[in-house]
């Protein structure tokens, strides 16, 4: 049975292309090779890389036996010494034969002298030792480019890596004196991954060693032989017929499974060569013996889906040697055709985020994320490959969301919210903003149900509350300053729509009910004015003051006073204003939500010294101080004015010697003994007696 790709053609009738009618296809077809791409040295390339990996299968099935063995014979050793403890003890036998041994043959016991082996394993013996408050931060000059829309060169390493900790050691390269062919990670005439190689032995043992050495050469062969650089393919990578060439692989392991399948339901052994069959079909394509150029392309996805396949579901290979495939692979193919590898490898359940120091490629068990870094590095300008797998292992809860609120991660978010202000469409920030932010108002959430069930010492090490009201400010900060810039109109509605999508998608999965949508609201409510929002802020007061208590009251109060200072300390660095400028323009808006109470007041001074304490600056302070002494002194001037003999006795119960005169600072007094001025202590209020009935 042969299988056809296309069984209209006849391949054997020659094809007559004019190469001169369209110069642009020319200039870009490869010269000439004195050995064509033909289905014999196709399978030439592959059949080293099939076979090690056969034998690597062999091997992993061999030491899977040898441990259940070891697991069945330690499992009966330990059910004889369990019998063993109900066997009646024997009477020990005291007379003089039983003194020597009874295994020993006295006539053939002469003293022999060790072996060469015993002397050196007893050596061994002797010389074995012994055993033995985080918040997301917007940088200033990111802030005045917002705000005058003077953009500067992209920087080449991401700016997280500023925070990555420096405790990988850099491989020393080693090797032979002949020129290595990896230019990209290699130095002149030295190897890095064979170093990498050798130093793999220690660990993986002498025979499996053997096996991944092996690997390593044929792949790497393989790599080299159908290198773009020495092979241009003339089919563009995001052509149509550079698809379909990627999905060979694909079409020829589907039709072994298949052949495979028929051949154990007739109880035989299939011996066909589909893969040569195919390989065979498509270099008659160019009607001519001269092979197809085109099988260089799916030779190249052929290996790549052999070692994807290897990697995902056989788990053939140590974590270490995958990613020295994957580097070696980077060095020889675009970033777009090792997405399969990656994502084989880094798909994985990861451990929990323990403190906020923890590094998120350093940290015992996140290795494979090291290689999204490298990748991120050597991705296309405009994209960002890491923020993208970052996200799809956080919605797929593959990565814990605890992760968010170390400081590396927080790093990572503030430089990729950044590029939010481009005017290319960054799908892959949208997204990356979206999860993380859903994720953080998931464990704000979580943390309001846990919060009266913890005690006040045991809670944990995180503030997701601290991190959500920092990543919203941001995102609000940048909205403002471009609407009060100088940038275009049309390049503010674009950043706005783009935010404007965003609040909308995290709102689209959150409870009303829950701190996270409040804020989110908030922050639609500052940048676009709309109705819907201000009615959200509004309800949202309205059923704390009914439903909740003192607890909820206070903590949704400290969330936006710290949210709105936040706003405003980040438009006063990028607008060029004072802080407290800023904070009056937002406290203005605030004023027209007309929320319940003295709630305004409360949030005013609330924000006023938390502003105070991210700018650590004395006016600032005045001017917080201020506002506490005249809302003391509204507060005391309206309890008077309402109930005079009340606020008279209280007065005098507190020592005051003008109870008739209205204070200079509402709620202080005059202390003749330490000359100045001190709260005035509330008249204390004895408590009812119960009488019984």
């Known amino acids: 049975m042969t299988y056809s790709l296309s069984p209209t053609r006849n391949h054997h009738a020659p094809l007559h292309h004019n190469n001169t009618a369209n110069p642009s296809i020319t200039s870009v077809l490869p010269q000439p090779s004195t050995q ?71 006539e053939d016991a002469t003293p022999q002298k060790p072996s060469q082996s015993s002397r050196r394993r007893r050596r061994v013996q002797c010389t074995k030792p012994a055993s033995s408050r985080q918040e997301v931060v917007l940088p200033t000059p990111f802030l005045r480019r917002v705000k005058n829309h003077a953009l500067s060169s992209p920087p080449t390493r991401s ?55 092996s ?34 692989p694909d079409y020829v392991a589907e039709l072994e499974y298949w052949d495979q399948k028929d051949a ?8 066909k060569q589909i893969s040569f069959e195919v390989y065979t079909e498509l270099e008659g394509f160019n009607g001519v013996s001269d092979g197809w150029r085109h099988l260089c392309a799916v030779v190249r996805a052929h290996g790549v889906r052999i070692i994807r396949e290897a990697i995902l579901e056989e788990q053939l290979f140590d974590d270490a040697f995958t990613d020295l495939l994957l580097r070696l692979a980077l060095e020889f193919m675009p970033l777009m055709d090792c997405v399969g590898m990656i994502d084989a490898y880094t798909q994985r359940p990861y451990p929990r985020a323990m403190t906020a120091d923890d590094s998120l490629f350093t940290t015992e068990g996140l290795h494979p994320l090291r290689i999204l870094r490298i990748c991120d590095e050597r991705a296309a300008p405009g994209t960002s490959f890491l923020a993208t797998k970052l996200a799809a292992l956080l919605s797929m809860e593959l990565l814990p ?31 990356f903003i979206i999860t993380t932010l859903s994720n953080m108002c998931t464990l704000v959430s979580n943390s309001e149900r846990l919060a009266g069930r913890m005690k006040e010492d045991e809670q944990p090490w995180d503030k997701a509350q601290n991190t959500l009201v920092g990543a919203i400010a ?4 940048i909205t403002l300053l471009l609407q009060d810039g100088a940038s275009s109109t049309e390049r503010t509605e674009l950043v706005g729509s783009r935010i404007k999508f965003i609040v909308d998608s995290c709102l689209r999965g959150q409870e009303p009910i829950h701190i996270g949508a409040y804020l989110l609201n ?25 439903d909740k208590g003192q607890e909820e009251w206070t903590r949704q109060c400290d969330a936006t006073a710290v949210f709105v200072s936040s706003v405003a300390y980040y438009c006063s660095r990028g607008a060029h204003l004072s802080p407290t400028e800023s904070l009056a323009r937002l406290c203005d808006e ?14 005013q001074m609330g924000a006023a010294f938390s502003l105070a304490d991210q700018t650590s600056d004395l006016r600032d302070l005045a001017f917080a101080e201020n506002l506490k002494a005249k809302m003391k002194k509204t507060i005391a001037t309206t309890a008077q004015q309402h109930n005079p003999s009340k606020a008279k006795q209280q007065r005098v119960a507190a020592g005051d010697s003008n109870p008739d005169e209205t204070p200079l600072a509402g709620g202080f007094r005059w202390d003749e003994g330490i000359s100045e001025w001190v709260n005035v202590n509330p008249v204390p209020v004895p408590p009812r007696r119960r009488t019984r009935r």
Request: proline share 4%; net charge positive.
């Open 215 to 248: 690997i390593f050469h044929a792949f790497d062969a393989l790599l080299r032989s159908t290198s773009a650089s020495k092979y241009p393919s003339p089919a563009a990578p995001k052509s149509f017929l550079a698809m379909c060439l990627r999905k060979v």
């Open 264 to 271: 154990q339901e007739q109880g035989t052994k299939s011996d």
């Open 474 to 477: 941001a995102l609000t900060s």
């Open 36 to 106: 064509p791409w033909t289905a014999t040295r196709c399978h030439r390339l592959l059949r080293p890389l099939l076979t090690h990996l056969s034998s690597l299968r062999k091997d992993k099935a061999r030491r899977s036996l040898a441990a259940q063995e070891d697991a069945h014979i330690a499992k009966r050793r330990r059910d004889a010494s369990d019998s063993a403890c109900y066997r009646p003890e024997k009477r020990p036998c005291r007379k003089y034969s039983g003194r020597a041994s009874r295994n020993v043959d006295w």
């Open 401 to 431: 969301a605890k992760w968010i609120l170390t400081k590396e991660f927080k790093a990572l978010w503030v430089s990729t919210a950044g590029l939010v202000v481009k005017k290319q469409h960054r799908k892959d920030v949208i997204d």
């Open 159 to 213: 700016q997280m890596d500023d925070h990555i900790s420096e405790e990988e050691p850099r491989t020393t390269n080693t090797g032979s004196g002949t020129r290595c062919a990896h230019q990209q990670t290699c130095s002149k005439g030295k190897c890095a991954f064979e170093a990498e190689l050798a130093q793999l032995k220690a660990s993986t043992g002498s025979a499996r060693h053997g096996l991944y050495k």
């Open 522 to 546: 908030l922050c639609a409510y500052l940048i676009f004015k709309t109705e819907p929002s201000l009615l959200r802020v509004q309800a949202a007061w309205e059923r704390l003051r009914k």
């Open 590 to 603: 605030l004023e027209k939500l007309h929320l319940p109470g003295d709630t305004f007041s409360n949030l």
